[in-house]
């Protein structure tokens, strides 16, 4: 079983940084993604980040350049370093562990409110 618990979220305002962290249970060596995706109200949840083992970490455009995924191994925990946040980025943001092909595992969500 693995269990997600994501920390960092806040209220914060636009122009300002956040580190987000998910620390996961069991063996990262044995996931074959992980990844953070966000909800805004009345939005559907969309993928922002997500890394792989060997590969380059993968974002969608509206975050490029400003926020960075990163996985610390040893702590099986991973990063969402989120830098120069805009009011759009205002969601709730979950992390996601594939142990397969899609992303089965997932946490329970920590908010992000960007202010004008």
């Known amino acids: 079983q693995v269990q997600l618990v994501e920390s960092g979220g806040g209220l914060v305002q636009a122009g300002g940084s956040l580190r987000l962290s998910c620390t996961a249970s069991g063996s990262i060596f044995s996931f074959n993604a992980m990844g953070w995706y966000r909800q805004a109200p009345g939005k559907q949840r969309d993928l922002v980040a997500t890394?792989?083992?060997?590969?380059?970490?993968n974002y969608v455009d509206s975050v490029k350049g400003r926020f960075t995924i990163s996985r610390d191994y040893a702590k099986n925990t991973m990063y969402l370093q989120m830098n120069n946040l805009e009011p759009e980025d205002t969601a709730v943001y979950y992390c996601?562990?594939?142990?397969?092909?899609?992303?089965?595992?997932w946490g329970q969500g920590t908010q992000v409110t960007v202010s004008s």
């Open positions: 996601a562990v594939a142990t397969g092909p899609t992303y089965d595992y």
């Open positions: 890394i792989t083992l060997g590969r380059r970490p």
